[in-house]
């Protein structure tokens, strides 16, 4: 017994028949990766607690039609009384293929989506790269990047409405 798959040829014609929305992973990628120990061997004679700071953010470009780039920035430093322990900074970037959606859609993809299916690759590489040093493990939280994508959206929106609150005041102070 044979399996038969059926395609569909007519989405490929050059037709211009409307689909529903696509988002999909078409490949997900290392950009840059730096690890640095700079205090080990002697923190392996200290107790291990570490004060732990993680910064984060995402940049994005189109770079076909329907096609984004996203790239997860994501910097994890320790330090041990005033002796850092690691620091650890990973871009991890995905190709996104996103068609037919509106503007803010799209935005709220590549703001959110995109970098929430990024994160456990994050994860996965610093975890890997602290278990190279023999200190023990971090585990990273999980992160609510749809909440992080609209705080920083209503904070947007915050923003241009006192800029645009203190240009009408200029305007009329200035007629």
């Known amino acids: 017994m044979t399996d038969q798959v059926e395609t569909n040829t007519d989405a490929t014609d050059g037709s211009e ?3 529903g929305p696509q988002f999909a992973i078409q490949k997900i990628y290392v950009k840059d990766i730096s690890f640095e120990a700079p205090n080990l061997p002697e923190l392996f004679n200290e ?3 570490p004060q732990v700071k993680m910064e984060m953010n995402s940049q994005s470009r189109q770079v076909a039609d329907d096609h984004f780039e996203v790239i997860l920035n994501v910097t994890l430093s320790a330090e041990i009384e005033d002796k850092v322990a ?4 990973v871009q991890q970037a ?6 037919n959606f509106n503007e803010e859609q799209t935005h709220q ?7 929430e299916s990024l994160y456990p690759y994050v994860r996965e590489a610093i975890s890997g790269l602290i278990g190279k040093t023999g200190l023990p493990a971090i585990q990273l939280a999980p992160v609510n990047f749809m909440g992080l994508y609209m705080e920083r959206l ?22």
């Open 17 to 19: 028949e409307q689909q």
């Open 47 to 49: 107790e291990y607690k």
């Open 86 to 89: 690691f620091l650890a900074e």
């Open 94 to 99: 995905g190709l996104f293929f996103i068609k």
């Open 109 to 115: 993809l590549i703001g959110a989506a995109a970098p």
């Open 154 to 175: 209503n904070q947007v929106q915050q923003e241009q409405k006192e800029g645009s609150a203190s240009e009408t005041a200029e305007n009329s102070t200035t007629h």
